[in-house]
């Protein structure tokens, strides 16, 4: 049996310094899927046929993207957090993780639906005339660029509110994010390419913690020297 060392020193799991990066990895990996959904799919409805059969392999590429997207998302979720620290407050934590976890599963979702659309196509090209068809593609309109936009609204609303708070994060980025999640609650839904507003929001979060806990560390290593 292994004897347990009682004198030994408990060791604390810390954030890693570049885990920040996981928010420019999730939101790019965002903003590109988003953005070849939205520049491969037709101003005129009428021509949707035609449309699926032109971008298929496009849809494909840009749907095979969220769920590496989704990985790196919850990265960012805890480097967003672990920023906060022993500050966070439980109200707002809670709102905050709920939005953060509904937005990454209806965009799952909404993207899984997809997916199934282009798997059935693949079979039977006479599908996208069907009322399924038509069906499926409301629900994923619905999914992405309405109740998940305003998730994501949520999740920016908490995430500004803490920082504000606690002081953690500069100020302006606070009051640009109300700006931002304000925009997703009035327009999500009035244009597809409403949906690259939050990835280049996260993007821009990720460089100002990785910034921010660039510099802690050049300080710190700056003390220990002069020690």
């Known amino acids: 049996m292994d004897r347990i060392d009682v004198n030994r020193d408990d060791k604390r799991l810390t954030t890693p310094r570049s885990a920040a990066i996981a928010g420019v990895i999730s939101g790019g990996l965002f903003l590109v899927s988003f953005l070849l959904i939205r520049i ?10 035609s ?8 849809l494909s590429i840009a749907l095979q993207m969220v769920p590496f997207a989704g990985i790196a998302y919850l990265w960012f979720m805890g480097v967003a957090r672990d920023r906060l620290g022993k500050r966070e407050d439980q ?16 965009t799952f979702v909404g993207t899984a639906l997809g997916a199934g659309l282009l798997a059935i196509y693949a079979q039977d090209e006479s599908f ?14 619905q ?4 109740y998940s936009l305003r998730m994501a609204a ?15 994060m500069v100020r302006w980025l606070a ?18 390419w409403s ?6 929001w996260m993007i821009l979060v990720s460089i100002l913690i990785f910034i921010a806990n660039y510099r802690r560390q050049r300080g710190a290593q700056a003390e220990a020297s002069i020690e």
């Open 154 to 168: 949520v999740f920016m609303i908490s995430a500004a509110t803490m920082w504000i708070r606690t002081g953690v």
């Open 91 to 106: 109200f707002f934590a809670t709102v905050f993780l709920g939005s953060g976890l509904l937005y990454l599963a209806m």
């Open 175 to 192: 009051v640009l994010t109300y700006l931002l999640a304000l925009l997703l609650l009035v327009a999500s839904g009035l244009s597809l």
């Open 40 to 49: 491969a799919f037709p101003d005129d409805p009428a021509n949707i046929s």
């Open 143 to 146: 999914i992405i660029n309405i």
């Open 51 to 58: 449309w699926v059969k032109d971008q298929a392999h496009v």
């Open 128 to 141: 996208l005339g069907s009322t399924i068809y038509s069906y499926n593609l409301v629900v994923i309109n």
């Open 195 to 200: 949906t690259i507003i939050f990835p280049l």
